[in-house]
């Protein structure tokens, strides 16, 4: 059997070793091994290449950036953000018909700008939303299907881990790709919004609304939220100005949450250590996944599959555009049972040099920028995709009442919503460089 040949059987090997529940991290580990072994003939090349890539992969200063943005989600959660962002939402448009739902969707969006996972979002903001959206009359299916669809702006809009792997991956500024991902991020929540519009009254009995209040209190809860706009002001504002490196503007973030959190009282000794070890089993939990990916990875370098592919396709003379919807296509199915992270670690390294060899009438930089957001946004669709998008059933164990079916059929128009948004970016990329364009 050829190098390429083992290359090209270890990616269904791969997804069988998923399938059967081995863990994504230990599945590319063990493929990455055994592929090496078979090529080189040795263990000693092996057993050099886990030294190597040990020292590699964790002394990368840009991977610092993760576990500082996954611990200011912690303190954010321990501030309280996530319930003034609710209830500010809520003031202003939760009157309106499906209007608590849109509260939750702009709140998700505004602790997404704070936080940077998509998991996190939909599980912190389903702790403070789903109990309001089923004392107002909304239908489970809606109210589910509302939280598992806003849980994707915590990736979505930046700063977003996701973003800063893809970087690492494609050799990409981090700052920049976090310009490119703020309009799609804006987008992705008035589309939802829309969706609730449409679907509320399409089905008048599946939402209720909430007393209309007063312009005093609807500025008083807007006027709760000024710690989230800080802390977006100073992390985001900061890297866009170039005040701070985006691993300095991380720090910085964790910071400012952790002090909010202890005047709020939310942080004590005991919530500060809970804290910690969450942060820290969160980000050793990714960087498993990303050191097997890291391991996977050489081996298919060695195999020469992402060079040859490139060639293959280039040499076909496939339509660049053909090429690109087939591979988006693939990240939907792929998200239905595998999450964001690791689809990113283990397509990009074969996918980009592909996508790269065509001419897509883009430079090099702005192309691997809006491919950067392209992939990022249909990874995420994955994740409430059914019927096994891992956003839903996240929400569903909160939610344990509602038939896994109803939030199915509840999260559908949002899909919809990210297909036609989708094709816009696609149809137009000065959607998602406009702003890298004008800062830049």
């Given at each position: ?11 269904p090997?791969?997804l ?7 863990p994504i ?7 990455g091994l055994?592929?090496?072994w ?11 290449r ?7 992969t964790f ?5 610092s950036i993760?576990p500082l943005?996954?611990?200011m ?6 501030g ?8 500010a939402?809520?003031?202003?448009l ?8 849109m509260?939750?969707?702009g709140?998700c969006?505004?602790?997404?700008a704070i936080?940077g ?14 109990p ?10 809606l109210?589910?299907g509302?939280?598992a669809?806003?849980g ?12 800063v792997i ?14 490119a991902?703020?309009i799609?991020g ?8 829309i969706?609730?519009s ?15 209040q ?6 008083k809860?807007?006027?709760?939220v000024w710690?989230?706009?800080l ?7 900061g890297i866009?100005?170039?005040w701070f490196?985006?691993t ?8 400012g ?17 809970a804290?910690?070890?969450?942060t ?7 960087f ?6 890291a ?21 076909q ?8 919807v087939?591979?988006?296509?693939f ?6 049972f595998m ?5 990113i ?5 074969i996918?980009?040099p592909?996508?790269s ?11 691997a ?12 669709v ?16 909160m ?8 939030t199915?059929?509840g999260?559908?128009?949002f899909?919809?919503s990210d297909?036609v948004?989708?094709a816009l ?5 000065v959607?998602?460089l406009?702003m ?5």
């Open positions: 059997m050829s190098n390429l040949e083992l290359g090209i059987y270890s990616f090997l791969l069988l070793l998923i399938f059967l529940r081995v991290g230990l599945a590319m580990l063990s493929c055994a592929g090496t078979l090529i080189m003939g040795s263990t000693a090349p092996i057993l050099a886990l030294k190597f890539e040990t020292y590699s002394s990368s200063y840009s991977l993760i943005f996954l611990l989600g912690q303190f954010a959660t321990l309280g953000m996530s319930q003034s962002l609710f209830k939402a809520n003031a202003w939760g009157h309106r018909r499906g209007g608590v739902a509260s939750a969707i709140a969006a505004g602790f997404g936080c996972s998509s998991l996190a979002t939909a599980a912190t903001m389903a702790q403070v939303a789903l309001e959206l089923r004392r107002y009359g909304y239908s489970g299916a109210a589910t509302t939280l669809a806003g994707t702006l915590g990736v979505l809009i930046p700063p977003s881990v996701v973003l893809y970087a690492i991956l494609a050799e990409q500024n981090i700052a920049k790709l976090f310009v991902a703020f799609p804006v987008l992705a929540a008035i589309g939802y919004m969706a609730i449409i679907y509320v009254r399409l089905f008048p009995d599946s939402a209720g609304s909430s007393p209309k007063p312009y005093s209190e609807r500025f809860a807007l006027a709760d710690p989230v706009l802390v977006f002001i100073a992390v985001v504002g866009y100005t170039g490196t985006p300095e503007a991380a720090a910085v973030g964790a910071a949450t952790g002090l909010i959190a202890l005047i709020n009282g939310g942080l004590t000794r005991e919530t500060l250590v804290s910690i070890l969450t820290a089993s969160a980000t050793a939990l990714i498993f996944i990303v050191f097997g990916a391991i996977y990875n050489s081996f298919l370098a060695l195999s020469q599959l992402p060079v040859e592919a490139a060639a293959f396709i280039t040499e003379g496939f339509n660049p555009w053909v090429v690109l087939c591979i988006l296509l990240y939907l199915v792929l998200g239905c999450d964001s992270l690791s689809m670690l283990l397509t990009v390294p996918f980009f592909i996508v060899a065509l001419d897509f009438g883009l430079g090099a930089e702005e192309f920028l809006w491919f950067g957001i392209l992939v990022l946004i249909v990874v995420e994955g994740l409430i995709t059914p019927p096994v998008g891992m956003n839903l059933f996240v929400i569903n164990s939610a344990k009442d509602i038939p896994v079916l109803h199915y059929r999260v559908m128009p899909v919809i297909v948004r989708t970016l696609v149809l137009f990329p959607i998602s406009l890298v364009r004008l800062l830049y």
